[in-house]
């Protein structure tokens, strides 16, 4: 063989070689570890939120968003096909992190199988599964919201409390509102002195529905989906600066159930949060910034979404919902129509978050501060196109009315118009496929997790971007 030859084979290897190491895709970065990384550990609850407990009992983590795992790839130059758990480890997409769960999601048939599966300070409830001991109420916050003590004589547990099934959907579709013997859960969740009970597993898992056919397309999305999406409007009758310009961020756990060639979207409001903003994207003055309390947030009713005749869900399939329409801290016999409640006349107004005011309390925090008591309209419509078969986004038509009903002081009685803004890209939605034991809670988690999060706020939409 000839030198030259030689040296020609001898720079094709080298370039293979460079290739190999430098042309790699790096989405992501390596997970940092902080001081909870170093420390023991039994089960991934030792660890706290974000991580896991590896196999040498030390408190780890993988990831937090889905680009972070190409590092755990054997092969980055390949797709990445992997997910972040909760727990903070890479897995497959659609492989739950099984390991990573509340302590009452371990099956127990006596405390001491709790406390070598689930943790300490835990004990086996009278459902046969692991949940935190406690005394009161208090001894539950850690669990996080809408879990409080229950139990029996023989000592107390941590539970889910409910008295309406909206309650339960906050935990995960697969979860039921199981009251005490004789109660109606449809009349107990409007009674004024409501009877309380505990969120379990629902028998037979998530309730999907009847007639499911697999061969149709619409079969396909079926299953259950986190969802954000952001209503931008722009508020005019405001004293001093006259016009504010808002976006309604708001997050949502969602079942997808089939109905012959179309689907339902039925979505738990988990969590809401207003945001000021200028058209320029620079930084706003914040005359007024309003705080939407979990009670207003709890109140709401499951919204339920048509859209008929769906495509496969692949890429570039497209499909347009029904209207999704509900007044919030009202009852009007002709809800699309009917005027809104007003100061002069609360006969319509309904106190929906159960605070003594009428309609629906907002904190206003700013230049006036105090509560604002309301009746509003709001309607959407999704205009969807399928990214892949794990995630959804598109454009968001919307409409928002408002009716101040009374506020804590009289600074804050204004009367204002609110239009859906000019600007259309800050109007749109974005949902990822989740397993079926997902929660709200989840959900407000992943939406926290980095920038390449699919569900991250951000104040314009973007057709062309990829999870």
Same mark, same amino acid.
């Given at each position: 063989?000839?030198?030259?030859?030689?040296?020609?084979?001898?720079?094709?290897?080298?370039?293979?070689?460079?290739?190999?190491?430098?042309?790699?895709?790096?989405?992501?970065?390596?997970?940092?570890?902080?001081?909870?990384?170093?420390?023991?550990?039994?089960?991934?609850?030792?660890?706290?939120?974000?991580?896991?407990?590896?196999?040498?009992?030390?408190?780890?983590?993988?990831?937090?968003? +889905?680009?972070?795992?190409?590092?755990?790839?054997?092969?980055?130059?390949?797709?990445?096909?992997?997910?972040?758990?909760?727990?903070?480890?890479?897995?497959?997409?659609?492989?739950?992190?099984?390991?990573?769960? /509340?302590?009452?999601?371990?099956?127990?048939?006596?405390?001491?199988?709790?406390?070598?599966?689930?943790?300490?300070?835990?004990?086996?409830?009278?459902?046969?599964?692991?949940?935190?001991?406690?005394?009161?109420?208090?001894?539950?916050?850690? %669990?996080?919201?809408?879990?409080?003590?229950?139990?029996?004589?023989?000592?107390?547990?941590?539970?889910?409390?409910?008295?309406?099934?909206?309650?339960?959907? @906050?935990?995960?579709?697969?979860?039921?509102?199981?009251?005490?013997?004789?109660?109606?859960?449809?009349?107990?969740?409007?009674?004024?002195? +409501?009877?309380?009970?505990?969120?379990?597993?629902?028998?037979?898992?998530?309730?999907?529905?009847?007639?499911?056919?697999?061969?149709?397309?619409?079969?396909?999305?079926?299953?259950?989906?986190?969802?954000?999406?952001?209503?931008?409007?722009?508020?005019?009758?405001?004293?001093?600066?006259?016009?504010?310009?808002?976006?309604?961020?708001?997050?949502?756990?969602?079942?997808?159930?089939?109905?012959?060639?179309?689907?339902?979207?039925?979505?738990?409001?988990?969590?809401?949060?207003?945001?000021?903003?200028?058209?320029?994207?620079?930084?706003? @003055?914040?005359?007024? &910034?309003?705080?939407?309390?979990?009670?207003?947030?709890?109140?709401?009713?499951?919204?339920?979404?048509?859209?008929?005749?769906?495509?496969?869900?692949?890429?570039?399939?497209?499909?347009?919902?029904?209207?999704?329409?509900?007044?919030?801290?009202?009852?009007?016999?002709?809800?699309?129509?009917?005027?809104?409640?007003?100061?002069?006349?609360?006969?319509?107004?309904?106190?929906?978050?159960?605070?003594?005011?009428?309609? /629906?309390?907002?904190?206003?925090?700013?230049?006036?501060?105090?509560?604002?008591?309301?009746?509003?309209?709001?309607?959407?419509?999704? &205009?969807?196109?399928?990214?892949?078969?794990?995630?959804?986004?598109?454009?968001?038509?919307?409409?928002?009315?408002?009716?101040?009903?009374?506020?804590?002081?009289?600074?804050?009685? @204004?009367?204002? %118009?609110?239009?859906?803004?000019?600007?259309?890209?800050?109007?749109?939605?974005?949902? %990822?496929?989740?397993?079926?034991?997902?929660?709200?809670?989840?959900?407000?988690?992943?939406?926290?997790?980095?920038?390449?999060?699919?569900?991250?706020?951000?104040?314009?939409?973007?057709?062309?971007?990829?999870?």
């Amino acid at each position: 063989m000839s030198d030259r030859v030689q040296t020609i084979e001898c720079l094709i290897a080298l370039t293979a070689l460079l290739c190999t190491a430098g042309c790699t895709r790096t989405d992501g970065a390596p997970a940092l570890d902080d001081g909870k990384a170093a420390e023991n550990c039994a089960v991934d609850l030792d660890c706290g939120g974000g991580r896991y407990c590896s196999t040498d009992r030390r408190c780890a983590i993988d990831c937090t968003s +889905p680009r972070d795992c190409v590092f755990k790839m054997a092969d980055p130059s390949v797709p990445n096909e992997m997910d972040c758990s909760p727990c903070g480890r890479c897995l497959q997409k659609g492989v739950e992190d099984v390991s990573c769960r /509340l302590v009452t999601d371990a099956p127990c048939e006596t405390t001491a199988d709790c406390l070598q599966t689930a943790g300490r300070s835990t004990v086996c409830g009278s459902r046969g599964i692991c949940a935190p001991s406690c005394t009161s109420d208090d001894d539950c916050t850690n %669990q996080g919201k809408g879990w409080a003590c229950g139990g029996d004589s023989a000592g107390g547990w941590c539970v889910r409390r409910c008295f309406r099934e909206t309650d339960c959907a @906050y935990h995960g579709w697969h979860f039921r509102c199981d009251l005490p013997p004789g109660m109606d859960i449809v009349a107990n969740a409007d009674a004024a002195h +409501p009877a309380y009970g505990e969120c379990i597993p629902r028998g037979g898992g998530i309730d999907w529905g009847g007639g499911a056919d697999p061969d149709r397309p619409s079969y396909s999305y079926r299953g259950v989906w986190g969802v954000v999406f952001n209503t931008a409007v722009r508020v005019t009758g405001l004293p001093i600066i006259t016009v504010q310009d808002t976006v309604w961020h708001q997050i949502a756990l969602a079942k997808v159930t089939q109905d012959g060639d179309g689907i339902v979207i039925r979505q738990k409001l988990c969590a809401v949060d207003q945001k000021n903003f200028n058209e320029d994207d620079s930084t706003p @003055y914040e005359f007024e &910034h309003m705080i939407i309390p979990d009670a207003f947030i709890d109140s709401m009713p499951i919204f339920a979404s048509p859209a008929g005749a769906v495509p496969a869900l692949v890429p570039g399939g497209t499909f347009v919902t029904d209207v999704m329409l509900n007044v919030r801290g009202a009852r009007l016999d002709d809800p699309a129509n009917d005027l809104l409640p007003a100061r002069g006349d609360l006969s319509h107004a309904w106190d929906q978050d159960r605070d003594g005011n009428p309609g /629906l309390t907002t904190i206003v925090s700013g230049v006036f501060s105090g509560d604002v008591y309301n009746a509003q309209r709001w309607w959407m419509v999704y &205009h969807a196109v399928a990214v892949d078969r794990h995630h959804l986004q598109g454009p968001v038509d919307h409409g928002f009315e408002n009716s101040t009903l009374g506020a804590s002081k009289k600074e804050l009685l @204004y009367d204002l %118009q609110t239009l859906k803004h000019p600007q259309n890209d800050r109007s749109y939605f974005r949902a %990822q496929r989740l397993p079926d034991t997902a929660s709200c809670a989840g959900v407000i988690e992943i939406s926290k997790k980095g920038p390449g999060t699919w569900l991250k706020f951000k104040p314009h939409y973007d057709a062309n971007e990829r999870p």
